[in-house]
């Protein structure tokens, strides 16, 4: 399994930005599906983002389309979520995922390896 970590989470403002990335590490991303989800208080954990092994294909929820964006370095094996236009409905635990190849689903059991997740704070 691969081993990730998420950074780059914090308190912002409603309208600021965010760039969360997630450092992975024991397999190459090059052959890896990465995904983005987040888990609000009392809510379960969403899908956000994800991104295909090979970087060609992109899949968001339609509730940050337009505002998220997702990439990925595979010489550094990271991953990023680039958060525009935060609004206070985006406050949640970040959670980076990864699947062995595929297509980057929305499908949250899809994903066998987890990060610990980063906080973000949008205040209004």
């Known amino acids: 399994q691969v081993q990730l970590v998420e950074s780059g989470g914090g308190l912002v403002q409603a309208g600021g930005s965010l760039r969360l990335s997630c450092a992975a590490s024991?397999?190459?991303?090059?052959?890896?599906?990465m995904g983005w989800f987040r888990q609000a208080p009392g809510k379960e954990r969403e899908f956000v983002a994800a991104i295909s092994w090979s970087g060609g294909t992109t899949n968001y929820a339609d509730s940050v389309k337009g505002r998220f964006t997702i990439s990925k370095d595979s010489d550094k094996d990271t991953v990023y979520l680039r958060m525009n236009s935060l609004k206070p409905e985006d406050t949640a635990v970040y959670y980076c995922?990864?699947?062995?190849?595929?297509?980057?689903?929305?499908?949250?059991?899809?994903?066998?390896?987890w990060g610990r997740g980063t906080q973000v704070t949008v205040s209004a």
């Open positions: 995922a990864a699947k062995l190849l595929g297509a980057p689903t929305t499908e949250i059991n899809r994903y066998n390896s």
């Open positions: 024991g397999r190459t991303l090059s052959s890896t599906t």
